[in-house]
C-alpha cells in the first residue's frame, strides 16, 4: 500500500509540460493496473491487457523527466521498458536518461561464428 501511495504522491502528479503534450492520460489507471508488473520486487512478467489498455497514449520520454531517486527505490526501470515493449509504448531513444537510468540501444545481432565439427 505505501507503494502505491507513493506512486500515486509522485507520478499522479506529473505536470503537462508547456507546449509537450500529457505525459499520460491517466496516470491513476496506469499505477493501478501496471504496478505490479513494473515494482523491483518480484519477477519479470508480461502484463495484462488492462495494464496495456490503461498504456494508450503515454509519453514514456516525458514521464522519464520524473523518474526521482524515490521512484527508483521502488520501481525497476528494466521492467518499465520491457512492459512499454510489450505494450507497443513508444520507448525513448538510445541513451535517453530516466534519473539514474540510461536508456539501452537494441541488443546486438545473434553471433554468426560457425560451430566447431567434432
Not at 489498455?53 to 523518474?67: D, E, T, W
Not at 537510468?101 to 565439427?117: I, N
Amino acid at each position: 500500500m505505501l507503494v502505491l501511495t507513493t506512486s500515486i504522491l509522485v507520478l499522479g502528479n506529473l505536470p503537462s509540460i508547456s507546449g509537450e503534450p500529457e505525459c499520460a492520460p491517466d496516470m491513476g489507471a496506469i499505477i493501478h493496473e501496471c504496478e505490479q508488473y513494473v515494482l523491483k520486487k518480484g519477477p519479470q512478467i508480461p502484463p495484462s491487457q488492462a495494464c496495456c489498455a490503461s498504456l494508450k497514449g503515454v509519453y514514456l520520454i516525458c514521464i522519464c523527466k520524473y523518474f526521482t531517486g524515490e521512484i527508483e527505490k521502488i520501481i525497476s526501470f528494466d521492467k518499465v521498458l520491457y512492459v512499454a515493449n510489450f505494450c507497443h509504448v513508444e520507448i525513448p531513444p538510445p541513451g535517453t536518461k530516466c534519473g539514474g537510468f540510461t536508456v539501452p540501444g537494441k541488443p546486438p545481432p545473434p553471433s554468426k561464428t560457425p560451430t566447431p565439427k567434432m
